[in-house]
């Protein structure tokens, strides 16, 4: 359920529902917008009627929410959410693209390939200190001292970090470097993990899982945001599907239908989400024709000797030409791109 407090409700009639909420033993979520205050009830909300809360003082309204997720959809918050960090804004009217390698190999890899990218306007560095394998016998990161270097990178090329953190116990140290959370598909249901994730203050990048619905994928989040972390970046990933020839099916439908149910930002991996180096670009394209808010790409200037995915990695020069054409996609779907900057 959803309750809209009128413009000039008082904080005492605020307070006053709030507290008629928890004598029922329901939880209250508290957002201020522009104009109203809105109060999400979590929990069996079923137990009271909204005729009850409209006619409490400073209520404007009060309906319930259809949908088994409700913090993150579209009926609880109308508006986009925008997530700020530092200078960048996610969710908004620009476009923000997320690049850079599959794994924090080296110093020197990742120095060059954080260089590369930064020229092309790019603001959020990604690499992995800590990778989730499907053998135990492949590169799995270099932990903290991949921390290290992605964080050293970033930094003197002015970007923001994004690395995946594994299980709880990982995430005060990963907290420590990284300026986004994210979560693999592999833990999208790992509901323990999730659930801490929502008692942090960091954004959180929550890929969907290889063969989650929408809806399931949209529940994670729910578990996030009811946590009380309400910067939440949904990214389509990919499914599995009975196709073979790609690493996984790129759903780019999914994306407005996404932002059809849900205010989250939503971005796009092609880089899993089709794993061949000469299908990412379109489906880069695509994904922002679609309306996603950012895409996530892997680049390696030496994909060849990769320790990981550079089967799927383009080279600079490639993402480059993509951040072009990205400049030109977003100006028809009236978004803003990354410009090209000056690193030195």
Not at 13 to 20: A, D, N, P, S
Request: hydrophobic share 40%.
């Amino acid at each position: 359920m959803v309750i809209i407090m009128e413009k000039d409700a008082s904080e005492e009639q605020i307070e006053h529902v709030i507290e008629r909420l928890d004598e029922v033993g329901l939880n209250v979520h508290r957002s201020t917008g522009v104009d109203h205050t809105l109060l999400g009830v979590i929990g069996n909300a079923s137990i009271i009627d909204p005729r009850d809360m409209k006619v409490l003082p400073g209520v404007a309204d009060a309906y319930r929410i259809t949908a088994p997720y409700k913090l993150v959809s579209r009926e609880f918050k109308h508006n986009n959410t925008v997530i700020r960090i530092k200078d960048v804004e996610i969710g908004g009217n620009r476009i923000e693209v997320i690049a850079g390698p599959c794994s924090v190999e080296s110093r020197d890899q990742t120095f060059i390939i954080a260089e590369q990218v930064a020229k092309t306007g790019v603001n959020l560095l990604r690499g992995g200190a800590f990778k989730p394998r499907t053998s135990p016998y492949s590169f799995q990161g270099l932990g903290e001292e991949g921390l290290k270097i992605l964080r050293e990178a970033a930094d003197k090329y002015n970007m923001l970090v994004i690395t995946e953190v594994m299980d709880k116990d990982q995430i005060p140290l990963v907290s420590d470097y990284a300026d986004i959370l994210q979560v693999g598909a592999r833990n999208m249901q790992n509901f323990s993990f999730i659930r801490a994730l929502g008692k942090i203050r960091k954004p959180v990048f929550l890929k969907r899982g290889i063969s989650a619905t929408i809806e399931e994928w949209l529940m994670s989040a729910e578990y996030i945001l009811s946590g009380g972390n309400t910067d939440v970046i949904l990214c389509e990933r990919g499914i599995r599907t009975f196709e073979t020839y790609t690493r996984n099916t790129l759903d780019v439908s999914a994306i407005p239908v996404v932002q059809k149910l849900s205010h989250l930002p939503v971005f796009s991996d092609p880089s899993h989400g089709t794993g061949l180096r000469n299908k990412v670009a379109p489906m880069a394209r695509a994904s922002i024709a679609a309306g996603a808010d950012g895409i996530m790409i892997e680049v390696h200037h030496d994909p060849e000797n990769a320790k990981s995915d550079g089967a799927q990695s383009l080279y600079p020069d490639q993402f480059a030409e993509l951040m072009n054409q990205i400049r030109v996609i977003a100006e028809v779907v009236g978004r803003k791109a990354p410009q090209p900057r000056d690193i030195s």
